[in-house]
């Protein structure tokens, strides 16, 4: 079936830095990819949608200056958390849908804490 | 605004008990309804899905749910349990398989 990684698994940061995660589909192309956000106990909440070749589009309260999604590639999304800060601390987990947009096929997702 | 509610936060079952979990959603539209499962340590996975049709949707493993239009509801259903179903169950909504709405997420723990 087909496989969405991300990268990483986890990652520990001081406040201010930048993160960088990686969604890839590794057997199939995604012309679109999405990415949630999911706080402990509670469910994912969609933060953009993100599609080949050009801009991504925010959900409403995401700001985008501080969520930079690029998605240069049809198997490649990255979401770079800039300047962040502990209310970011949260658990990311992107999605890939398949050209045919028969499916959507998730990540295992990426744990955040920041300092 | 479009929204899923699950019923449920935390279902107890023993082994061969029969599985309802709720789902109400709230959306504006023709609606795609799904539900997901997440084991432990893995991540979100398809269980079965609904677009139109037949309002009785089977899944993997056992699985099924029922579309009913009135009232607004997509409760999953699984007549006998097992221990390997242990899981946390997500209840979605959304045009085709474009943006998702989820539910709050029923977490299923069954004991042998």
């Known amino acids: 079936g087909a496989v969405v990684s991300q990268h990483p698994s986890w990652v520990i940061c001081k406040s201010g830095t930048s993160v960088k995660i990686e969604c890839r589909s590794l057997?199939?192309?995604?012309?679109?990819m999405f990415w949630y956000r999911q706080f402990p106990k509670q469910s994912l909440m969609l933060m953009a949608t993100s599609n080949e070749g050009s801009k991504a589009t925010y959900e409403q309260g995401v700001e985008k200056d501080k969520f930079l999604i690029n998605h240069a590639s049809l198997t490649l999304s990255t979401l770079t958390v800039t300047s962040a800060h502990p209310e970011d601390s949260s658990f990311y987990i992107c999605?890939?849908?398949?050209?045919?947009?028969?499916?959507?096929?998730f990540g295992p997702g990426t744990r955040l804490t920041v300092l | 605004a479009q929204s899923v509610s699950q019923h449920n936060h935390h279902v107890i079952l023993s082994e061969a008990a029969s599985l309802e979990l709720g789902c109400n959603y709230s959306?504006?539209?023709?609606?795609?309804l799904f539900w997901y499962v997440q084991y432990p340590g893995q991540h979100l996975q398809l269980l079965l899905k609904y677009f139109s049709g037949d309002p009785l949707v089977k899944g993997i493993k056992g699985f099924e749910a029922e579309f009913i239009k009135s009232k607004f509801s997509f409760n999953l259903r699984k007549p006998s349990v097992q221990w390997s179903d242990t899981a946390e169950y997500f209840c979605?909504?959304?045009?085709?398989?474009?943006?998702?709405?989820f539910g709050q997420g029923t977490i299923l723990t069954v004991h042998p």
């Open positions: 057997d199939f192309q995604a012309t679109t």
């Open positions: 979605a909504a959304g045009t085709s398989y474009g943006k998702l709405t």
């Open positions: 959306y504006g539209g023709t609606v795609n």
């Open positions: 999605s890939a849908r398949d050209l045919s947009g028969s499916e959507q096929f």
